[in-house]
């Protein structure tokens, strides 16, 4: 908490907290309102002070993230581009979440040009490539599921790149992704490989 502040707030305007926006996703995961979740979410990344717990970019991902839980993705991509302009840290990339964004706004173009962005600069997040892979599969493109999801793997097992969750080498997320991959490769007639044969290790 800030200097001087009290409840949350600073001579009346909110300081950002990211125990605030765990517990509005958390009442937006039980109740299913993403939408007034969203709405809250974009105020506060508007309007409030933001803090080191909480930066403004990370703010408007997460008030993106929920509108687009809320089937808003329009309102999604604005917020989106806020935290791309606004340049500061957060725990995914904003381009990453956009991605999804464009695509269902029927953007595929400008999805791409985005994706082809993340792929010259390298993958340096498993949850990145794990948000990458699901949405291009969602559209169809498995060669570049593919490839996403087996970046992901391999950082995660190369230890690099550090998931929000803590260590590396015990990403959450590394079955799942494994199984994803399966799935791609599945699809794609591709024979069993090493990693298929990681499943359930």
């Known amino acids: 908490m800030l200097e001087g502040s009290a409840d949350g707030y600073l001579a009346g305007v909110a300081i950002l907290s990211r125990e605030e926006f765990d517990a509005i996703e958390f009442d937006a995961a039980y109740t299913g309102d993403h939408r007034a979740a969203a709405q809250r979410m974009s105020a506060l990344a508007a309007t409030g002070v933001a803090t080191e717990s909480m930066p403004r970019a990370e703010a408007f991902v997460r008030a993106g993230e929920q509108w687009l839980l809320a089937d808003d993705p329009r309102a999604a991509a604005g917020q989106f581009r806020m935290a791309i302009a606004d340049g500061g840290p957060s725990d995914i990339d904003p381009r990453v979440p956009m991605c999804r964004a464009l695509f269902l706004l029927d ?95």
């Open 107 to 201: 953007d595929a173009e400008q999805a791409r040009a985005l994706i082809g962005e993340l792929k010259s600069e390298g993958p340096a997040d498993p949850r990145a490539c794990t948000m990458l892979a699901e949405t291009l599969f969602e559209h169809d493109d498995l060669n570049g599921a593919l490839e996403w999801a087996t970046a992901g793997i391999e950082l995660i097992l190369q230890g690099g790149g550090r998931p929000a969750c803590g260590e590396p080498a015990s990403y959450a997320g590394l079955d799942d992704l494994l199984r994803l991959r399966y799935r791609i490769r599945n699809d794609l007639r591709l024979p069993e490989d090493e990693y298929d044969r990681m499943m359930g290790d």
